[in-house]
């Protein structure tokens, strides 16, 4: 899993914020499954109530590769808060998945 985005100082969020998050996958493929569930599941433990997910299947919207420059899937892009960052692969490392969201 790779994780891009800036530094840990940028990572605060505010108490009454939620975290937009979009997750781009490739069919029900058992990666792409395999990537909801994992990630499902950490944001229940680590952000419920707090968050936004949108998942959003490549082959049923194919123009969005090009507009969000997707590269690989599944991809978890962060848009809010600030900075936005994108991760890439099926979430099941816990630690990365926090850092990649500024939660570690």
């Known amino acids: ?5 800036s530094s840990p100082q940028d990572w605060t969020i505010a108490v009454d914020e939620k975290y937009s998050l979009r997750l781009f996958v490739a069919g ?3 990666m ?9 599941v950490i944001l229940e433990n680590n952000l419920k109530g707090k968050y936004e997910l949108e998942i959003i299947d490549i082959h ?8 969000e ?7 978890l892009i962060k848009k809010y808060p600030a900075p936005i960052r994108r991760l890439v692969g099926d979430m099941s490392d816990v630690n990365k998945v926090l850092k990649g969201l500024g939660l570690n």
């Open 28 to 30: 029900a493929s058992s």
């Open 1 to 5: 899993m790779e994780i891009e985005g």
């Open 69 to 75: 420059d997707i590269f690989a899937v599944p991809l």
């Open 32 to 40: 792409s499954v395999k990537a909801i569930k994992n990630l499902q």
């Open 60 to 67: 049923q919207q194919p123009l969005l590769l090009q507009k």
